[in-house]
């Protein structure tokens, strides 16, 4: 919408007070930023906002089809902070005139608190309702870093295998004291095809990819986006999953198993041996002691002569008790 200058603002401070911030927060700015978009408005326009990190904000522009406001400084950027009854128009903190961008620092951000945004030439100024949102609705993180995959385990038929991949959180997105809780979807394709599977969204930097084939490549990326909020940031830098054989250290399991067994029954055979020649074995450790083998002696009578002494020797114990 454009309108003249000299009532501009009192008829623009009527609209944005009559404006329900309530029911439309994130309106704005619903599509992605595209300066040559055919069906974009003829009139100069905001093509995007975003914040990355809920501490600071961006908007671009675009002159349309009026190519005499394409100059540097032939458009400017004022924006209008619901902050108190006394808010007024201001101007763009910081221009980058190269990318037709307006660059809201850490004190010109706020959130939970509307703003609204206008372009004005020396003549007219151009204002468009759903020019209007809050920082937390504009959030797009960056996407996360250090993307790296490593292999759980193989199916027992060598046919898929399962994969945990883990990242860390975008550098710009303060997570650790809770100033911006994200959420991440994982999405991976096989190479050389054009269908994604995205995974359940979820908090967590790592998740696990189960089923992918044996000798097949996949190519996974992430992308997060806060976790109240609908609107995503750009993906990450994709990886590469490629498993074409059995690692070593799964096929050295099944060697293991063999080995043991084939201790176990090398010492049951052992033990089978021993019982089954256990005389024999006996007869090698314990050979019998051989009888006395003098001529002239004859054995009987050497065991009756025998069996006299140790009668003499108990006789004689018993006569010598008595007497004393």
Known sequence: MAVSSPSSNILLLLLISSLDWLSTPGL?????????????????????CISREQETFRCWWSPGTFHNLST??????FYFKKESPTSEWRECPQYIHSNRECFFDKNHTSIWIPYCMQLRSQNTTFFNDD??????????????????????NISPSGLSYDVMV????????????????I????????????????????????????GL??????????????????????????????VTEIPSRETTFPLAVVLVFGIVGILILIMLIIVSQQHRLMMILLPPVPAPKIKGIDPELLKVHLFLLGYSALLGCFLYEQKY
């Open 28 to 48: 704005a700015f619903v599509s992605d930023r595209d300066h040559t978009n055919p069906s974009a408005p003829l009139e100069p326009h905001f093509t995007e």
């Open 72 to 77: 540097p400084g032939a458009l400017r950027v």
């Open 131 to 152: 020019d209007c949102f809050t920082v937390e609705n504009i959030v797009r993180p960056d996407p996360p870093v250090s993307l790296n995959w490593t292999l759980l």
């Open 166 to 181: 883990n990242w860390e959180p975008p550098p710009s997105a303060d997570v650790r004291t809770g100033w911006m809780r």
């Open 183 to 210: 959420m991440y979807e994982i999405q991976y394709r096989e190479r050389n095809t054009t269908k994604w599977e995205a995974l359940e969204m979820q908090p967590q930097s790592q998740q696990t990819i189960f």
């Open 213 to 242: 084939h044996i000798g097949k490549g996949y190519e996974v990326h992430i992308r997060c986006r806060m976790q109240a909020f609908t609107k995503f940031g750009e993906f990450s830098s994709s990886i590469f999953i490629h």
